[in-house]
């Protein structure tokens, strides 16, 4: 039986039990639907069956996609049961942006009336600010030097007239707030480790979770507690960029299709690395919004190096400042945490911070691929949504509004399909009968959205990056947004993975980094404590050496590419100690990185017991 006091809810950003009618509700998985994965231990208690529950719709990851589709279901069809589930130990725990907010989606969820505006109802309830941009700001580095471009040679799409600086995380807590008050149910704390597969239609109808209280040895402990099975009709997975159901599914049901047979591009990434800083309110310039380029990830204008970074002033007293670095990289001495310190001490950057103190530390990866890169967006029993699908769009350096959106199309394409005759809400199960449908109206749903439009727009324009390095890819982008918004009679390929980017190490020469100063710069690990960072110590590592890729830790990582992993990772989860690759899974932030940038992808994501991993609060 699960224990009433593993379920937890949130209102207002504060964890909450929930009523043990919860777990009373629970029935024995007596289903016949086989399922695909299998328990790591064996033993009676752990290959007992599943208790079970059951949704119209259950919803994977507590982020704006997520939280926005299930707001937009409960708008639609109130009497649909809506669950949204997320491994955070509550919602906006594991949520990472820079963040300028532009708004256009969230009006379009929430429009404004006279006794509703959505700013005031978000700072009200969050006790944050969503800070109109005052000033925008685009710099080119050198050095010792910056360069101030002129607005009117930037793209439209770069304009942050209209938006908004505020704190995803926070923003994520009033939208679950929202979401709840229209009867939708939240349960963060728990993490998705398992799809169910039906295998009479091979469509998907739920998933399970991990099971907590296994020891390190693969054995049950004194708390063990069997994971449960959340059944639905629909289930939409907006896990965010590389979320390890999303990835499952794309290979599962070829989503991603065979490149030799009008397959999409190989998503590629960037790793965003982020702090959070009080200053003196008198050094605050409320709105300000910066994004540099050049130094230090560009020496030239050929640099093969994709990133930038961003710095924004948030009222009341706040600096919100970090560095995107493309994965695409080639070179393995690259160390994006120490690119991000080494950023600071520019002298355009670093008045920024007088006065001030470093609060908050996050890091997450995002997709970079873009247009060409989105899958196919169903299959039987579901479909992908936000980041998990990959709406972010990098030459606006935003993905928020596209990942809302993204959610509320594939609500109205569930609320459409939906057969009222199979309601959960009305039996508390799903049908004997119930087969798992493919709503593919949400595909022509998104081809004819202004995410769509948004996108088309600069479809090329990643791949001018990785083609021509910064110049290049600067000039094709302006050529882009101003004149042929996407309508190029052509297409740059982009066909290599990130992990196959980065070259041998004896092309290059060890990058040596300035040594922090603990007041402007900060070594790794002081840094990962005020990230919250935790973890059950005694549990099989979710982080996994892949069987078949045994031998790149072993002999071609460090051989090789002077093992990468021990510099791209932003929170020191990888060593090698006398050449063996030590793995500190307890420090991992769940950025994903390990997953995308290590050679021949040799690591493998899983998710940790729910409610691991950082404790973002103002991220």
């Given at each position: 039986?699960?224990?009433?006091?593993?379920?937890r809810?949130?209102t207002?950003?504060?964890?909450k039990f929930?009523?043990?009618?919860?777990s009373k509700s629970?029935?024995k998985?007596?289903?016949s639907?086989?399922?695909r994965?299998?328990?790591?231990?064996s033993?009676?208690?752990?290959?007992?069956p599943?208790?079970?529950?059951?949704?119209?719709v259950?919803?994977?990851?507590g982020?704006p996609?997520?939280?926005?589709?299930?707001?937009?279901?409960?708008?639609?069809n109130?009497?649909?049961?809506v669950?949204?589930?997320?491994?955070?130990?509550?919602?906006?725990?594991?949520?990472v942006?820079?963040?300028?907010?532009?708004p256009?989606?969230?009006?379009e969820l929430?429009?404004?009336?006279e006794?509703?505006?959505?700013?005031?109802?978000f700072?009200d309830s969050?006790?944050a600010?969503?800070?109109?941009?005052?000033?925008d700001?685009?710099t080119?580095?050198?050095?010792?030097s910056?360069?101030?471009?002129?607005?009117?040679?930037?793209?439209?799409?770069?304009?942050?007239?209209?938006?908004y600086?505020?704190?995803l995380s926070?923003?994520?807590?009033w939208l679950?707030?929202?979401a709840?008050e229209?009867?939708?149910?939240?349960?963060?704390?728990?993490?998705a480790?398992e799809?169910l597969?039906?295998?009479?239609?091979?469509g998907?109808?739920?998933?399970?979770t991990?099971?907590v209280?296994?020891?390190?040895d693969?054995?049950?402990k004194?708390?063990?507690?069997?994971?449960?099975?959340?059944?639905?009709?629909?289930?939409?997975?907006a896990e965010?960029?590389r979320g390890?159901?999303?990835?499952?599914l794309m290979?599962q049901?070829?989503l991603r299709?065979?490149?030799?047979?009008n397959?999409?591009?190989?998503?590629?990434?960037?790793?965003g690395?982020?702090?959070?800083?009080?200053?003196?309110?008198?050094?605050?310039?409320?709105?300000?919004?910066?994004?540099?380029?050049?130094?230090?990830?560009?020496?030239?204008?050929?640099?093969?190096?994709?990133?930038?970074?961003?710095l924004?002033?948030?009222?009341?007293?706040?600096?919100?400042?970090?560095?995107?670095v493309?994965?695409?990289?080639q070179?393995p001495?690259?160390?994006?945490y120490?690119?991000?310190?080494k950023?600071?001490t520019?002298?355009?950057?670093?008045?920024?911070?007088e006065?001030?103190?470093?609060?908050?530390?996050g890091a997450?990866v995002?997709n970079?691929?873009?247009?060409?890169a989105i899958?196919?967006?169903?299959?039987p029993?579901?479909?992908?949504?936000?980041?998990s699908?990959?709406?972010?769009?990098?030459?606006?350096?935003?993905g928020?509004h596209?990942?809302?959106?993204?959610?509320?199309?594939a609500?109205?394409a569930?609320?459409?399909?939906?057969d009222?005759?199979g309601?959960?809400?009305?039996?508390g199960?799903?049908?004997?009968?119930?087969?798992?449908?493919?709503?593919?109206s949400?595909?022509?749903?998104f081809q004819n959205s202004w995410?769509?439009d948004?996108l088309?727009e600069?479809?090329?324009?990643h791949?001018?990056?990785a083609?021509?390095?910064?110049g290049g890819?600067?000039?094709?982008?302006?050529?882009?947004?101003h004149?042929?918004?996407?309508?190029?009679?052509?297409t740059?390929?982009?066909?290599?993975?990130d992990?196959?980017?980065?070259?041998p190490s004896?092309?290059?020469?060890?990058i040596?980094?300035p040594?922090?100063d603990?007041?402007?710069?900060?070594?790794?690990?002081?840094?990962?404590?005020r990230?919250?960072?935790?973890h059950?110590d005694?549990q099989?590592?979710?982080?996994?050496?892949k069987?078949?890729?045994?031998?790149?830790?072993k002999?071609i990582?460090l051989q090789?590419?002077a093992?990468?992993?021990?510099?791209?990772c932003?929170?020191?989860v990888?060593?090698?100690?006398?050449e063996?690759?030590?793995?500190?899974?307890?420090?991992?932030?769940?950025?994903?990185c390990?997953?995308i940038k290590?050679?021949?992808?040799f690591?493998e994501?899983t998710v940790p017991?729910g409610?691991?991993g950082?404790?973002y609060?103002?991220?």
């Amino acid at each position: 039986m699960i224990s009433p006091w593993m379920l937890r809810s949130t209102t207002r950003g504060v964890s909450k039990f929930v009523p043990t009618s919860f777990s009373k509700s629970l029935q024995k998985n007596t289903s016949s639907r086989g399922r695909r994965w299998l328990s790591v231990a064996s033993s009676s208690s752990i290959d007992e069956p599943r208790e079970s529950m059951a949704f119209d719709v259950l919803i994977v990851g507590g982020g704006p996609s997520g939280l926005s589709a299930s707001i937009k279901l409960k708008q639609l069809n109130p009497d649909l049961s809506v669950c949204v589930m997320d491994k955070g130990s509550e919602i906006g725990s594991h949520i990472v942006s820079g963040n300028v907010f532009d708004p256009k989606a969230m009006q379009e969820l929430f429009p404004s009336t006279e006794n509703f505006d959505w700013r005031s109802e978000f700072e009200d309830s969050q006790g944050a600010s969503a800070t109109a941009v005052t000033k925008d700001q685009f710099t080119l580095l050198t050095e010792t030097s910056s360069y101030n471009i002129p607005n009117l040679f930037l793209p439209s799409q770069l304009h942050n007239d209209g938006n908004y600086i505020l704190s995803l995380s926070q923003l994520c807590r009033w939208l679950a707030t929202q979401a709840e008050e229209l009867g939708v149910e939240i349960y963060p704390g728990f993490a998705a480790s398992e799809v169910l597969i039906d295998n009479n239609s091979n469509g998907v109808y739920g998933i399970a979770t991990r099971d907590v209280g296994i020891g390190k040895d693969g054995t049950p402990k004194s708390t063990f507690e069997r994971g449960m099975e959340l059944h639905a009709r629909q289930t939409l997975f907006a896990e965010g960029a590389r979320g390890s159901c999303s990835e499952f599914l794309m290979k599962q049901f070829q989503l991603r299709g065979d490149k030799n047979n009008n397959g999409v591009m190989p998503q590629t990434y960037g790793l965003g690395i982020k702090e959070v800083w009080e200053i003196p309110e008198e050094n605050l310039q409320p709105g300000f919004v910066q994004h540099t380029l050049g130094w230090p990830l560009q020496n030239s204008f050929t640099s093969d190096v994709f990133g930038g970074s961003f710095l924004y002033h948030l009222e009341p007293n706040l600096i919100l400042a970090g560095v995107v670095v493309g994965l695409d990289y080639q070179n393995p001495y690259l160390n994006p945490y120490k690119e991000f310190q080494k950023w600071k001490t520019h002298p355009s950057i670093a008045k920024h911070f007088e006065g001030g103190t470093c609060i908050s530390y996050g890091a997450r990866v995002l997709n970079e691929g873009g247009y060409h890169a989105i899958p196919k967006l169903t299959f039987p029993g579901g479909a992908l949504i936000g980041c998990s699908a990959g709406f972010l769009n990098a030459v606006k350096i935003k993905g928020t509004h596209t990942a809302m959106k993204s959610g509320m199309l594939a609500a109205e394409a569930v609320v459409e399909g939906l057969d009222e005759a199979g309601s959960v809400a009305e039996t508390g199960e799903l049908s004997a009968d119930h087969v798992p449908q493919e709503l593919t109206s949400f595909t022509d749903k998104f081809q004819n959205s202004w995410i769509h439009d948004e996108l088309y727009e600069v479809r090329n324009c990643h791949q001018a990056f990785a083609k021509w390095g910064m110049g290049g890819g600067l000039v094709y982008t302006g050529l882009a947004a101003h004149i042929t918004k996407g309508r190029e009679p052509w297409t740059l390929d982009h066909t290599i993975l990130d992990s196959d980017a980065t070259k041998p190490s004896d092309n290059f020469e060890e990058i040596q980094y300035p040594p922090p100063d603990n007041k402007l710069t900060f070594d790794l690990l002081t840094n990962l404590q005020r990230s919250g960072t935790f973890h059950e110590d005694d549990q099989p590592a979710h982080l996994r050496i892949k069987p078949d890729k045994a031998d790149i830790p072993k002999s071609i990582s460090l051989q090789q590419y002077a093992g990468p992993e021990q510099r791209f990772c932003p929170a020191s989860v990888y060593e090698y100690v006398e050449e063996k690759l030590v793995i500190n899974a307890q420090n991992c932030v769940h950025c994903k990185c390990c997953s995308i940038k290590t050679p021949g992808e040799f690591i493998e994501w899983t998710v940790p017991e729910g409610g691991g991993g950082p404790q973002y609060q103002v991220m």
